[in-house]
C-alpha cells in the first residue's frame, strides 16, 4: 500500500483532465447525433431544428422543440416530444421511431410542394400508402385552426 502512496498524486493529476472531459464530449456527441437526425428528416425544400434533445443513449428519448420550415418558413412546431425510437438504425440511415407523443402539436399552414419529388398520382385529399404513420392514441383535447387551410393546433391534457 505505501507503495502505491507517492504514485496517487500522479494519478490524480493524469486522471483529472480525463474526468473533465468527458461531460464536453457527451455534449459534442449529443450535438452530433442532433445534427445526423437533423439532416436525415432534412432535404432541399424543407429545414428540421431540434431543440433540446436529451437521451441520445437511451431507446426512450425527449425533444424541447422540433421545427419544421420550408422557402416559406415555418409550418409545423412540436414541443415536448417524448419517443421510443431505434438509435442503431441511424447507422443505416435511418430514422425508426416505435412510438412518439407530444405536449404540443401546431400546424401553421400545409407545407409547400418539395419540387424535387414527383407530382402525386390519384385523389390529393388520400393519404400516401408508402407513410408507415400508425396512431393508436390520438390525444389532444384542445385542438384549434391557426389560419386558413388544413392546419391546427393541438395540447396533451394537463400542458
Known amino acids: 500500500m505505501r507503495r502505491f502512496l507517492p504514485a496517487l498524486p500522479l494519478l490524480l493529476l493524469l486522471a483529472a483532465p480525463l474526468a ?3 461531460p464536453a464530449e457527451q455534449d459534442r456527441d449529443r450535438g452530433f447525433l442532433t445534427g445526423l437526425i437533423e439532416d436525415a428528416l432534412s432535404s432541399s425544400a424543407r429545414s428540421v431544428v431540434i431543440e433540446g ?3 441520445a443513449l437511451s431507446s426512450r428519448a425527449s425533444v424541447e422543440s422540433l421545427i419544421i420550415a420550408d422557402r416559406e418558413g415555418v409550418w409545423f412546431r412540436a414541443e415536448d416530444l417524448v419517443l421510443d425510437w431505434n438509435r442503431s438504425a441511424l447507422l443505416r ?3 425508426e421511431v416505435q412510438e412518439l407523443s407530444a405536449g404540443r402539436i401546431e400546424i401553421i399552414r400545409p407545407p409547400l410542394p418539395d419540387p424535387a419529388l414527383p407530382r402525386p398520382r390519384g385523389d390529393p ?3 400516401s400508402r408508402t407513410a408507415g404513420l400508425h396512431r393508436d392514441r390520438p390525444d389532444p383535447q384542445r385542438p384549434h385552426r391557426a ?3 388544413p392546419a391546427g393546433s ?3 391534457p394537463g400542458s
Open 20 to 22: 473533465a472531459q468527458t
Open 53 to 55: 434533445f436529451e437521451g
Open 93 to 95: 440511415g435511418r430514422i
Open 125 to 127: 385529399l388520400q393519404p
Open 147 to 149: 389560419g386558413r387551410g
Open 154 to 156: 393541438a395540447d396533451r
